[in-house]
């Protein structure tokens, strides 16, 4: 079952397929499994992915912002700390706790371009596609990062994969489309 996620087993998954509890804590015991936290193990030979712990213990958060955009290949700068996006009126103080940057989202906008992407590591998270992302860099500040969002619309805007009709539809739908507007026609 390890084998087939990246190394990675959750108690969940193993429940799902009728493995106890117990199971894993022996076979923690044997060292045939290592406990990366509450839930989560690997095996011992698996590299640890701050990505894929992040994603377990905050199940609600999807990664966005510098992150996703690191995820994404838009930034050559790996970020210094994860960031990820809580629905609106979820409590994000543990998340915090544990280095985390922590932005919300209105409750109706969470799921909005969000998408599975593949980890240095090659494990699988939840994150901000492009669009989405370039508007949320925008989004609630009156400096945006420069040094990264400006090579980021470059990198996009020069992709085979960019969509300007949805990245339009969500700039509207976010409320930078007059931000979004003055970047795209600088640097079309």
Request: with cysteine; aromatic share 8%.
């Amino acid at each position: 079952m390890a084998a087939a996620n990246g190394g990675y087993v959750t108690a969940l998954e193993a429940k799902a397929r009728g493995i106890q509890n117990r199971k894993l804590a022996d076979a923690v015991d044997r060292g045939e499994l290592v406990k990366m936290a509450r839930g989560l193990y690997c095996t011992p030979e698996t590299w640890e992915d701050e990505y894929v712990r992040a994603q377990h213990r905050f199940a609600r958060g999807i990664f966005s912002h510098d992150t996703a955009l690191y995820l994404l290949g838009l930034s050559d700068s790996a970020p210094e700390s994860l960031t990820m996006t809580f629905p609106r009126g979820y409590n994000p103080s543990s998340a915090k706790k544990s280095g985390i940057i922590t932005k919300s989202s209105p409750a109706e906008l969470h799921e909005l371009g969000c998408i599975e992407l593949d980890t240095p590591y090659g494990n699988i998270v939840s994150a901000y596609n492009a669009e989405r992302t370039l508007c949320d860099m925008l989004r609630g500040t009156s400096s945006p990062d420069l040094q990264l969002l400006s090579p980021a619309f470059r990198s996009y805007l020069s992709s085979q994969e960019k969509n300007l009709p949805k990245l339009q539809s969500y700039a509207k739908a976010l409320g930078v489309a007059p931000k979004v507007r003055k970047y795209t026609e600088v640097l079309l």
